[in-house]
């Protein structure tokens, strides 16, 4: 159900406890770390969470100056202190809001209206930067030739984290990856979310069996470089058992954009442009040939209580 004022309903969460092996869950409160200490902690975990932050205060506030606070997905407090009540529903909120989007927001919470504001009238009111922390997608490449190398390097360039699966990868070779798996025949280790890529760059070896595997996932993106007859034979393999024709449109094949790519290192250049412009919804349209549209400078959302 959504209020009138259109954000998502959400009921009041628990102030999360933390554990250092469990991560986040439901059980009986007790002291949690430094937020910034646990920032670190969860963005190495790959936990997607805001923090919330204190940027301005007027009058009588329940919150400090330069206060914070770590909320997980679900708009549960996790860790610190940005103000209670109807205030920390107002950032709860906003948190669940930047995660979802990956935008941050700055929100004014008016603590001297009961009836409009945060229902608490303290005499007061506050200005909160909420920031998501998302994982860094991951590029999965399949693969240990030039075009794999020179795929890990760029897509480290452009903020991937890389996994490289592959029985003969050189770790030498692979020098941005952060994983790679020389030992997983069966590509029971290839486990992509959906918002990461994949790249099938084999060589025709078990490309099939690798794209059998990766199309189990939810992933949205998965390029297959390939000569145009290989590919027919996997595509047909793959139809034949049962992926149809929905499970197969996130199949780039030919893969990359349309650059005359003739050397491995510019064949890997094409794909990672198809990969960054599906990642920020571009077009793959020359900027010089796009319509003149007026520059807007950037701008933040600014959320009143």
């Not at 990672?272 to 040939?289: L, P, Q």
Request: include cysteine.
């Amino acid at each position: 159900m959504r209020p009138a004022d259109g954000r998502t309903s959400i009921r009041r969460q628990p102030r999360r406890q933390y554990d250092g092996d469990k991560a986040m869950t439901k059980d009986t409160p007790r002291t949690a770390p430094d937020p910034l200490a646990l920032a670190l902690d969860l963005k190495a975990r790959r936990e997607p969470f805001a923090i919330a932050t204190v940027i301005e205060t007027r009058g009588s506030t329940s919150a400090r100056l330069s206060a914070k606070a770590i909320f997980d997905r679900e708009g549960g407090v996790v860790s610190g202190w940005v103000g209670g009540g109807c205030a920390e529903s107002t950032v709860a909120h906003a948190a669940i809001e930047c995660i979802e989007s990956g935008e941050p927001q700055i929100i004014d919470i008016d603590l001297d209206d009961e009836v409009l504001g945060a229902g608490m009238p303290c005499g007061g009111a506050m200005r909160v930067y909420v920031e998501p922390v998302l994982p860094q997608p991951i590029l999965w490449v399949l693969g240990h030739g030039r075009v794999a190398e020179t795929l890990s390097q760029l897509g480290a360039l452009m903020g991937f984290e890389i996994v490289v699966d592959d029985p003969m990868a050189d770790a030498a070779r692979f020098p941005d990856a952060a994983r790679i798996l020389t030992d997983d025949p069966d590509y029971a280790a290839l486990t992509p979310s959906q918002d990461d890529f994949v790249v099938v760059a084999t060589q025709h070896r078990g490309d099939h069996q690798s794209m059998q595997q990766v199309l189990k996932s939810k992933v949205r993106y998965v390029a297959l470089i390939a000569s145009r007859k290989r590919t027919g034979l996997v595509l047909d393999y793959l139809r034949a058992e049962g992926f149809d024709r929905e499970a197969l449109a996130c199949v780039r094949a030919p893969a990359g954009l349309d650059l005359n790519a003739r050397t491995p290192e510019e064949i890997a250049l094409s794909v990672i442009g198809e990969i960054v412009m599906e990642r920020r919804g571009g077009t793959g349209m020359a900027a010089s040939r796009k319509r003149a549209t007026a520059v807007q400078p950037p701008t933040m959302k600014v959320v009143r209580s």
